[in-house]
């Protein structure tokens, strides 16, 4: 048997019969030591379990500070207790976007909500809740950077900064604006103490605080100039010790930035920019989220106008520079999946909170929960074409490299109530990727069954085979690779992941 090149991300190009790898619900991994049996393993992602449900919907935001952690429910701002119950703090302004939240720094003492064009402000010492009076125009974000509250005015290329340590006062003489670029400021992002003014139309320019002004103290970075600007204010976020975002220039939109000191850097590919362009509003209503978990640092991107309405959740890992997905399995709609119901963080109590998009529901995010809320977690993974110059191919077995033996333990059971194995589905399809076999479904080995060997025979012939897997079961999955035994001739059709992500870094 060949080794398959079976694992990588999700790489549906313009023509599926280039390429239509897709990756649901698992994330590969870099084998960092070289020697293992496989380069790139793939693993399965978290699920979700209630954490506390907020009386107000949607959760629009989350918050950590000092321990503390403020999520905003639909028109409440409340305080999450680490016991999973929510106290409510005061009325914010709803109009069913996400806000932004921050803290007034190294005082701590302040969280700053920006709701529906208006700024509230919860004391956390005196537990007071304050209505910042209006401003110099309409706030659009907040942010806070070296001692400072700054909020972006929407429709403008101003931004407005607070009274030092203090967002509840608002001086008008504070008003900044920009001048290096002419287009509106569509977002503003603070990061190594300074801060990212994004413009829309394809600009964006680093300020740092000089002190020279009371009122307006931040002037602008010389040569931190950059010739891309945000098309989706909300996608903005600061992993990997950079920002990221999606955005563009007036040549076009549609990109994922990063970036690399003063310069920007595409992330995204040929195949997710396709892909998010075919979305009825393209890439402008991305949501976006980072966190860490198992040393991957991911930046969680949700696209509400995706599948009809259903949603898309697009996932970048800063620590293989590779893409996968992420959906809620609905079994219905366009793909089956929705989004997947998480689209605001935070990391609070020892663990990951997040927020969801469609209901109150904050829930604790964990690679150890096995499905989302109750929910089984279908994942798949639909790997490379399988063609030697359009040659015959004859398939006369195929094996998926995998931990077996894991099934829980009472087992899972049929239903006429007998044990059963996990079961692993594959399929295949001859046309490369538009119609699809029946499901030939396999067990994966009950509890302790380690020599289980994950495997189909006779499997015909094709000139062009693309292979998927699917799993469901309540397990942790692990995917380590693919092997077949095919004729005549039948080789690695690809190079392994490993050896093309070297080729490109």
């Given at each position: 048997?060949?080794?398959?090149?079976?694992?990588?991300?999700?790489?549906?190009?313009?023509?599926?019969?280039?390429?239509?790898?897709?990756?649901f619900n698992f994330y590969p991994e870099s084998d960092e030591s070289g020697q293992g049996k496989s380069q790139m393993p793939m693993y399965c992602t978290p699920g979700l379990a209630l954490f506390v449900e907020l009386p107000t919907n949607p959760v629009r935001g989350l918050l950590e500070i000092n321990g503390r952690a403020f999520g905003v429910g639909g028109s409440k701002l409340y305080e999450i207790l680490s016991g999973g119950t929510a106290t409510e703090l005061g009325d914010v302004g709803n109009d069913g976007n996400p806000?932004?939240?921050?803290?007034n720094g190294t005082a701590g003492n302040q969280v700053c909500v920006c709701s529906a064009g208006n700024l509230y402000v919860f004391n956390l010492k005196t537990s007071t809740f304050t209505i910042v009076a209006p401003l110099e125009g309409t706030p659009s974000m907040v942010e806070w950077c070296d001692g400072y509250g700054i909020a972006l005015l929407a429709n403008s290329n101003k931004f407005q900064v607070s009274n030092l340590e203090d967002m509840t006062t608002w001086?008008?003489?504070g008003v900044q604006q920009v001048s290096v670029f002419p287009e509106n400021v569509g977002a503003i992002k603070q990061a190594f103490r300074q801060l990212f003014v994004l413009g829309i139309d394809g600009h964006a320019q680093i300020y740092y605080d000089s002190g020279a002004n009371q009122y307006t103290p931040f002037d602008v970075i010389s040569?931190?100039?950059?010739?891309?600007?945000?098309?989706?204010?909300n996608s903005i976020c600061v992993l990997d010790n950079t920002p990221f975002w999606i955005g563009g220039n007036k040549?076009?939109?549609?990109?994922?930035?990063?970036?690399?000191?003063?310069?920007?850097?595409?992330i995204s590919n040929h195949a997710i920019e396709t892909a998010w362009a075919t979305y009825p509003q393209g890439s402008a209503d991305a949501v976006g989220y980072a966190y860490i978990d198992q040393g991957h640092t991911f930046w969680v991107l949700r696209f509400p106008s995706a599948n009809g309405g259903q949603g898309a959740t697009w996932v970048y890992d800063a620590a293989?520079?590779?893409w996968h997905e992420r959906g809620y399995w609905i079994q219905q709609g366009v793909t089956g999946y929705s989004a997947h119901l998480s689209t605001c963080h935070c990391y609070a109590f020892g663990q990951h909170l997040v927020g969801d998009w469609n209901s109150g529901n904050i829930y604790t995010m964990s690679i150890?929960?096995?499905?989302?809320?109750?929910?089984?977690?279908?994942?798949?993974?639909?790997?490379?074409?399988?063609?030697?110059?359009?040659?015959?191919?004859?398939?006369?077995q195929m094996q998926i490299d995998m931990e077996v033996g894991d099934g829980p333990s009472p087992p899972l059971v049929d239903a006429n109530g007998d044990p059963r194995d996990p079961q692993v589905m594959l399929r295949w399809s001859d046309d490369g990727g538009r119609s699809w076999s029946n499901e030939h479904w396999i067990g994966a080995g009950q509890v302790g069954t380690y020599r289980t060997r994950v495997l189909w025979n006779r499997l015909g012939s094709s000139r062009d085979r693309v292979?998927?897997?699917?799993?469901?079961?309540?397990?942790?999955?692990?995917?380590?690779?693919a092997y077949l035994k095919a004729s005549p001739g039948f080789t690695e059709p690809t190079e392994r992941y490993a050896k093309q992500v070297a080729k490109m870094t």
């Open positions: 048997m060949a080794r398959f090149s079976f694992c990588g991300p999700t790489y549906q190009s313009q023509s599926i019969i280039a390429d239509c790898q897709r990756t806000v932004t939240m921050v803290t001086n008008p003489l040569g931190a100039f950059m010739e891309q600007g945000i098309s989706a204010p040549n076009g939109v549609g990109i994922a930035w990063r970036a690399n000191g003063y310069s920007p850097l595409r293989t520079q590779m150890t929960i096995l499905d989302d809320n109750g929910q089984p977690i279908r994942r798949f993974r639909r790997a490379p074409h399988i063609s030697s110059e359009q040659q015959r191919i004859f398939h006369q292979y998927e897997m699917a799993v469901s079961d309540p397990i942790t999955w692990r995917v380590v690779d």
